[in-house]
């Protein structure tokens, strides 16, 4: 059984940077495609970022060239640098690790971006 633990969100004003890490244990992670998830209040989970075994990148097109995934398999570790955040980016950001038969799911960590 994986389980996933987010970390690093908070409140930041619009301009500002954090970081996310996403702590996997119970199994490695090296062979999932992992990613960063985020729901704003009142709407849909949606993609923020992926990246596959190969280290392949996939981001949405709201966060390319402010958000960078990346992923340190001997860790166990995935994260998430956002630079120029916007108040658009508040949101619960959730951890997802897909394997080909199980898809696993962290309980998300709170990004709040607000002067």
């Known amino acids: 059984q994986v389980q996933l633990v987010e970390s690093g969100g908070g409140l930041v004003q619009p301009g500002g940077s954090l970081t996310l890490s996403c702590a996997a244990s119970?199994?490695?992670?090296?062979?999932?495609?992992m990613g960063w998830y985020r729901q704003a209040p009142g709407k849909q989970r949606e993609l923020v970022a992926t990246v596959t075994p190969d280290y392949i990148t996939n981001y949405a097109d709201s966060v390319k060239g402010r958000f960078t995934i990346s992923r340190d398999n001997a860790k166990n570790t995935l994260y998430l640098q956002m630079n120029s955040l916007q108040p658009e980016d508040t949101a619960v950001y959730y951890c997802?690790?897909?394997?080909?038969?199980?898809?696993?799911w962290g309980k998300g960590t709170l990004v709040t971006v607000s002067s």
């Open positions: 997802n690790a897909a394997f080909i038969l199980m898809n696993y």
């Open positions: 119970g199994s490695s992670l090296s062979s999932s495609t």
